[in-house]
């Protein structure tokens, strides 16, 4: 007895669902329901897209991306990507912070004593490059199909996901 992959109905042989319309691809898409009568979930929302594409997609619109992959796919190289991601993103603003405040300190000092405080403002550029070359990176990596983890984050998120 074949069932339908999206939405259980019983297809029989047909290409077709006779209620969603959905595919079946042959005998081979179709799976066998389980003791419950209700047929088992066998592919992901985001099946359609290849692993890499979908790790790459994971760090384009930032964490937002990342959280919706995380939630959607089953796949671990890309529920991976997902989280470290997100991961990412919480440090690049954790490290932005981070630098402000330095940076205010310092322009502070250096007004108290009587030096050029502004030159630290010059180094914003260097760490929004820094930024964002590490994310293209990232995005490469994964459109390589290589799990990189970062050095301080990828640990607790390749933990995170495995659970």
């Not at 339908?4 to 042959?26: E, L, M």
């Not at 790459?56 to 919706?68: A, N």
């Not at 989280?83 to 932005?96: D, K, L, W």
């Amino acid at each position: 007895m074949a069932f339908c992959r999206a939405c259980g109905q019983d297809v029989g042989g047909a290409a077709f669902c006779p209620k969603c319309g959905a595919a079946q691809g042959g005998g081979s898409a179709s799976a066998a329901a389980p003791a419950g009568g209700v047929p088992a979930a066998t592919a992901s929302g985001t099946e359609g897209i290849a692993e890499n594409v979908a790790g790459l997609l994971c760090y384009l619109f930032g964490w937002l991306s990342g959280l919706i992959f995380l939630l959607i796919d089953k796949r671990p190289f890309v529920r991976f990507h997902g989280a470290q991601s997100i991961a990412f993103n919480i440090a690049a603003i954790v490290v932005s912070i981070a630098f402000w405040i330095l940076v205010a300190i310092f322009t502070f000092l250096a007004a108290l004593m009587h030096l050029p405080g502004f030159l630290a403002f010059l180094l914003w550029p260097l760490v929004g490059i820094l930024i964002c070359a590490t994310w293209i990176y990232l995005m490469v990596k994964a459109f390589q199909h290589e799990k990189f983890k970062l050095p301080i984050i990828g640990d607790m998120v390749e933990k995170m996901v495995a659970q």
